[in-house]
């Protein structure tokens, strides 16, 4: 930044001008056109996207019964559900919905048609497991 100070006469006052210009950084085209700095490296090429994502969701329901930690695909509501118990492997994204509340991941384990939970949920309680897919289209 360069500054410049002018004084001004008028009418026997005296008035002081601080004027500040605002050099624009060389070698960004982008963000300030101009002329590209003639030392700069040639800017690297946009990375590729992949194509639209698609994604997949689905949901596992059942009630706690206020007794166990472990459930299975033989403890599914199937008319709030969609699938089994899916494996990590085959999904992208896994939550767990406790009482509506989104539960951390350290707090239950996930593995094929197996929930195991770190404590037993009180009786009547939802458990919504939900699994996301996400993939190129």
Do not use: H
Request: net charge neutral; with cysteine; proline share 12%.
């Amino acid at each position: 930044m360069q500054q410049r100070n002018i004084q001004c006469s008028a009418a026997n006052r005296t008035y002081s001008l601080n004027v500040r210009y605002q050099l624009m950084p060389l070698g960004c085209p982008d963000i300030f056109p101009g002329q590209p700095c003639p030392t700069c490296p040639p800017c690297p090429p946009c990375p590729c996207t992949p194509g639209l994502l698609t994604t997949t969701i689905y949901q596992y329901t059942t009630f706690s019964d206020g007794q166990k930690n472990v459930y299975t695909d033989a403890d599914a509501v199937p008319q709030l559900s969609t699938s089994g118990i899916l494996g990590q492997q085959s999904v992208s994204i896994v939550n767990l919905f406790i009482n509506g509340i989104l539960q951390p991941p350290n707090s239950y384990v996930v593995q094929n048609g197996l929930l195991v939970l770190s404590e037993v949920p009180s009786q009547g309680v939802p458990i919504i497991l939900q699994f996301i897919q996400i993939a190129t289209s």
